[in-house]
């Protein structure tokens, strides 16, 4: 059974909020607390398809190893997951899912990240910009 994202209750029908600039699943006492998703939103901010589609620099490639890049960051630092979360100003539940499922936040979190932990995440060269611009 799916859980809510935020406070772990086991819900039926999931409701999807962006909450600190993540989005998370969470059960319909929690919706209050972000903004709602509603699923013609959720498709518009899925999918980007347009012939004149160009990179935008708000939108950039992260590294593949995100998750790990973030465990080791973090290790290194020597924080909890809570710490972490604390310290970049997220929900501790975005930061475990980032560290243990990849889960890949919004640039505006991931620079977040990026500043409490003293890590790269977020890259842009050129072979990226062909990479996108080929699909
Ligand atoms: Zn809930």
């Known amino acids: 059974m799916p859980e809510c994202e935020v406070c772990g209750k086991v819900v039926s029908e999931k409701r999807k909020i962006r909450l600190g600039g993540s989005e998370l699943e969470v059960c319909s006492d929690c919706v209050s607390l972000g903004e709602e998703i509603t ?12 012939p004149d589609f160009v990179p ?34 997220i929900q501790e539940s975005v930061f475990r899912r980032i560290e243990s499922h990849g889960f890949r936040p919004d640039d505006q979190t991931l620079r977040r990240i990026e500043k409490g932990l003293n890590i790269h995440l977020l890259k842009k060269t ?10």
């Open 39 to 50: 699923k013609k939103e959720v498709k518009v901010y899925m999918h980007v398809s347009s």
């Open 56 to 89: 935008d620099i708000e939108e950039r490639e992260v590294v593949s190893d995100l998750s790990e890049k973030v465990r080791k960051a973090r290790e290194t630092l020597g924080m909890s997951q809570k710490d972490a979360a604390q310290r970049i100003g």
């Open 126 to 135: 050129e072979d990226d910009v062909m990479d996108i611009l080929d699909k």
